[in-house]
Structures are given as structure tokens and as C-alpha cells.
């Protein structure tokens, strides 16, 4: 079965500055989908970035940027100038083909300082 | 345009009492998918449609929890008998491609 871990229950980070939020998978498969999902305090739940496993170059939207390393099992979320609008739960997620379900991690909470 | 909804956003039941939960998918989006919410957790998967298919219920917890999608576009989450450890956030949603777009919840309390 397919398990994701995130280690770090929380995190700060001053406004503007850099934080990477860590996460590792377990899973079998070679091909497969990684998500990065953010949760403000309202509770809706944003799709921050995506990344497919059969992809060598990494995902970036605007101030967001993974870290993808296939063989380590790694997918880490870069979060450049951080804002205060940041600030919020991110999950990690995997989901094995695109008709499947998206299994998340525990979860870190953000917190961006002003 | 929407988006995913659902209602209600809050309930209130007292152990016992049956609840139903409604979502309704962003229109067009042949699957839908039903994920739990403990507090200070991440979701996790319920229950999965194609259309009105039930592909997949091996999330739901007990058999007091029953999910349908008689049309193929809104789906009802039901909850017979509630108890206490049934307390949580329900997520709806749906998806396009590979990406799933959520609901806000429905944050469930029982008494």
C-alpha cells in the first residue's frame, strides 16, 4: 500500500523569505501522480502543485517549486517570498493513475510571520 | 461557476440521529469522491463514483455509512445511527484529468 509522510507537524517562516516543506512516499509503482494541496483555516482545500512521476523536470507555479527525486521518493514543496496568504495546512499527496483515489499525508501547518 | 459545493457546511446530530450530507460536483465531472477529515489529520478516502458507479467503497468505515449518485451528478453521503467517532469534516470532489477539485466540507458534530 501506498504510505505519505510528512515530518514536519509545523513550520514558520518570515514574510518574503524561503521555506521547504518535506515529504516522502512509499509506493511500488513507476508511474504515478504527486500533489501538493494547501488548506487555509476556511477549510477549502487548493491545489498548489502537481507532478508526474514519468516527468524528469520539476513542477513550478509562479512562487512554488518542487523538488522531485524519483529513486530517494522525495517531493518537496518550495514556497519562495513567502506572504502572509500562505499561510495555511499543506498536504502531500499520491495518487497511483489518474483514476484513482489521492492518498494524503498528516499534514504541515504554515504559519508566515509578518 | 462554480465550483464544488456542499451543504450543509455545519451540522449538529445527536448520537443516534441519521445525517445526510449532499455534494454537488462541478458540472461535467464524471467522477466523484468522498474523503474523512479528523481534525488535525489529512483526508481520507471514503468512497469513489464514475457517473452513477460505485466503483469503490472500501473507505467507508461501517455499514452505517452509505453514499449514492442516483443521476450521476449529486451525490449524497449518509450516516445512520451516528456516534461520536463519526465527528469529523466530509469532503467532496470531483475531478477532471488527474487533478481533484474539493468542496468546502460539511463539518459534522455529534453529541
Known amino acids: 500500500a501506498q504510505t505519505v509522510t510528512q515530518s514536519q507537524p509545523e513550520m514558520s517562516v518570515q514574510e518574503a523569505e524561503t521555506v521547504t516543506l518535506s515529504c516522502t512516499y512509499d509506493t511500488s509503482e513507476n508511474n504515478y501522480y504527486l500533489f501538493w494541496y494547501k488548506q487555509p483555516p476556511s477549510r477549502q482545500m487548493i491545489l498548489v502543485i502537481r507532478?508526474?512521476?514519468?516527468?524528469?523536470q520539476n513542477a513550478t507555479e509562479n512562487r512554488f517549486s518542487v523538488n522531485f527525486q524519483k529513486a530517494a521518493k522525495s517531493f518537496s514543496l518550495k514556497i519562495s517570498d513567502s506572504q502572509l496568504g500562505d499561510t495555511a495546512m499543506y498536504f502531500c499527496a499520491f495518487m497511483k493513475t489518474s483514476y484513482d483515489k489521492v492518498i494524503f499525508g498528516p499534514g504541515t501547518s504554515l504559519s508566515v510571520i509578518p | 461557476g462554480a465550483g464544488v459545493s456542499q451543504s450543509p457546511r455545519y451540522k449538529v446530530a445527536k448520537r443516534g440521529q441519521d445525517v445526510a450530507l449532499r455534494c454537488d460536483p462541478i458540472s461535467g465531472h464524471v467522477s466523484l469522491f468522498w474523503y474523512q477529515q479528523a481534525l488535525g489529520q489529512g483526508p481520507e478516502f471514503l468512497t469513489y463514483?464514475?457517473?452513477?458507479?460505485?466503483?469503490?467503497k472500501s473507505g467507508l468505515p461501517s455499514d452505517r455509512f452509505f453514499a449514492e449518485r442516483p443521476e450521476g451528478s449529486v451525490s449524497t453521503l449518509k450516516i445512520q445511527r451516528t456516534q461520536q467517532e463519526d465527528s469529523a469534516v466530509y469532503l467532496c470532489?470531483?475531478?477532471?484529468?488527474?487533478?481533484?477539485?474539493f468542496g468546502p466540507g460539511t463539518r459534522l458534530l455529534v453529541l
Open positions: 507532478q508526474e512521476a514519468y516527468k524528469q
Open positions: 463514483f464514475q457517473n452513477e458507479a460505485q466503483l469503490d
Open positions: 470532489a470531483s475531478r477532471k484529468k488527474e487533478t481533484q477539485y
